[in-house]
Every structure is written in C-alpha cells, then in structure tokens.
C-alpha cells in the first residue's frame, strides 16, 4: 500500500502566532478533513485514526492535521496574551481558509467547543463546511464526573492572576496539573482522562483554555448555525470527562445525528480507531459527487502554507 505524501505545513494565526499542521495527500483531492484536537494533547492523537483513513482511502481525501496553539509544534504566545476561545476559532479559520474543496471538519472533546466558538464568531466561514464528525463534545462546561477535584480546583484558584503578579505561581500549579495527567496518559494509554501530547503544553494557554471552557455559552444564533452543517456526534458509554448524557443533549440541541459507542471512555477516536475512521468515512461519503474548486491545488496550492517539506511513505 501507498500511503499519500505528507507535508509539514506552517500556518501564521491571526496575531502571528505560528501554527504547525501536517498534510496527508496531495492537495488536489475533492474533499479534506481537518482534524482539531482537545486539551493536553496535539496533532498526534489522530494518528492512529489518519492511518487507518489513508490505508482505506489512499490519496482519495486530504487530511490536514494541526497544532493548537500553545500545543505540540504550534508557536506559544506572548505571556501577557490571553488565549480566548475566540483566539483559537480564528485559529481554525486560518487552516480552514487554506484548504480548498470540500471540508469535513473533525474535532474530540474540547476540540468540539473550538468548533462551536468558529461557528460563533466565523458563521459564514462555518457554514461552508461540507459536514462535521465531533467525538465526545459538550454544549456547555464538561461534567467531568470521575475526575479529581484538582483539576477544577487548582484552575479556579489560580485563573484569577493571569497575567498579575502571582502569574509564576500560576505557571507552576499548571505545569504540576499537566505532569499529573501526562503521568496518568502514560500509565493508562487510551484509557487515561487524557492522552497527553509528546510536546509540553503552553501552561498559560491550559489556564486560559481551561477558563474559556468554564465561561463558554452556546448560544441560539450559534445553535441555528451549528444545525446548518449535517453533523454527527459520538459519545462514549465510559466518558469520565464528558459523560454521554451530556454529548447526547448537545446533539439534540444542534440537531445532529447521534450515535452511542460502548466500553470506551474518553479518548474514543484513540481506543477505537476503526469505528472512529468509519464515521469519518461515513461523513466523507455522505458529502461525494462533483466539485467546483475554489482555487487550483496541488503545488500551486502549496503556495497558500509555509511547506517546509515533504516526504512519501510507502
């Protein structure tokens, strides 16, 4: 099998943060996916996911995996900065402006309030999207029902600071919380709370993130633009973080297809990656059949990003 090339991309965020993404395929296919991980983690964790996509699919669909910013190989902001939900919907429009065709956009967890937050503050932009796959969302702060206390505990004391004088104090409790998690990742695998990323995480964009989350409001003009999209949602029978209940009642809300996967917690698109990719799939062929591009691809495409190379895999 073939597998499509990859290019590692470079994207410039709204106030110049740089945002590190990669592309499996050439660019010139009739539909993409953009993948848009959650807290703690990077583009990594769709790994298991985009590979099983591209053994079924080849160069078929393009799928375009990126960093957060404060995450992976994405830029850190300035420390007086606040990252906002706003801040990483403008983010995602950034990808999603590049990326020419039919875009299928696939988010897990706090991802999913990223693409809600784009819905929000970039509606037409969202409105374009062919459709959306989102892998235990919420429509409000997650319940988190199994969780220690500490991570809420330690983000509600210390969110006040930012960017004040305890800011340093700040940056440690959150370093201490992300070590914590990144220990329970590597000790549980697919079934911690959360599977952390290899890179640290920006701990002022944690704090800030982890703030925006406990604020976010899902409001009706967003719900009426969040239905204009065909969507489906996937909870999971074990969700300590998110519990199915929750993801269920913001599939009702926004009118999306809902589907219930049992014996998996959290982290569904890493614990089952072949009914995860199946879905995806599923959304990829709901959208098929003829496209008018917007813009020619391929090298030329290549134009629109900072590719700064490019390798094929076999």
């Given at each position: ?52 996509l ?17 995450h ?13 939900l ?7 429009d ?74 340093t ?134 134009a629109l ?10």
């Open positions: 099998m073939t597998f499509p090339q990859e290019c590692i991309l470079t994207v410039p965020a709204p106030d110049g943060v740089r945002l590190s993404a990669k592309r499996f395929g050439t660019g010139r296919a009739p539909t993409s996916v953009i993948f848009v991980h959650g807290l703690l983690t990077d583009s990594t964790y769709w790994a298991p996911l985009a590979e099983h591209t053994s079924r699919l080849g160069d078929a669909v393009d799928l375009y995996l990126y960093d957060q910013r404060g992976g190989r994405s830029g850190w902001p300035h420390r007086r900065a606040f990252t906002t706003a801040t990483l919907a403008a983010d995602l950034a990808i999603v402006s590049r990326v020419v065709g039919r875009v299928i956009l696939v988010a897990h967890s706090a991802g999913g309030h990223v693409a809600q937050a784009f819905a929000e503050h970039h509606p037409r932009q969202f409105q374009t999207l062919a459709a959306a796959v989102l892998f235990n969302p919420a429509g409000e702060f997650p319940e988190y029902p199994t969780l220690p206390s500490y991570f809420l505990s330690i983000p509600n004391a210390l969110n006040g600071p930012r960017p004040g004088a305890l800011d104090l700040n940056v440690l409790a959150h370093r201490a919380l992300q070590a914590r998690f990144r220990a329970l990742s590597r000790r549980y695998g697919s079934r911690s709370p959360f599977v952390t990323g290899s890179n640290r995480v920006d701990p002022r964009v944690l704090c800030d993130f982890v703030l925006s989350l406990r604020h976010f409001y899902l409001g009706p003009q967003t719900v009426t633009t969040l239905r204009a999209v065909p969507t489906m949602v996937l909870g999971a029978e074990r969700d300590g973080v998110v519990p199915p209940s929750q993801s269920e009642r913001f599939a009702d809300k926004i009118e999306a297809d809902f589907e219930l996967v049992t014996g998996v917690g959290h982290s569904l698109p890493r614990a089952d990656p072949v009914l995860s990719a199946a879905a995806v799939e599923s959304a990829i062929v709901r959208v098929g059949g003829p496209l008018v591009r917007v813009t020619s691809a391929g090298a030329e495409n290549d990003w900072g590719v700064h190379g490019a390798e094929t895999e076999g």
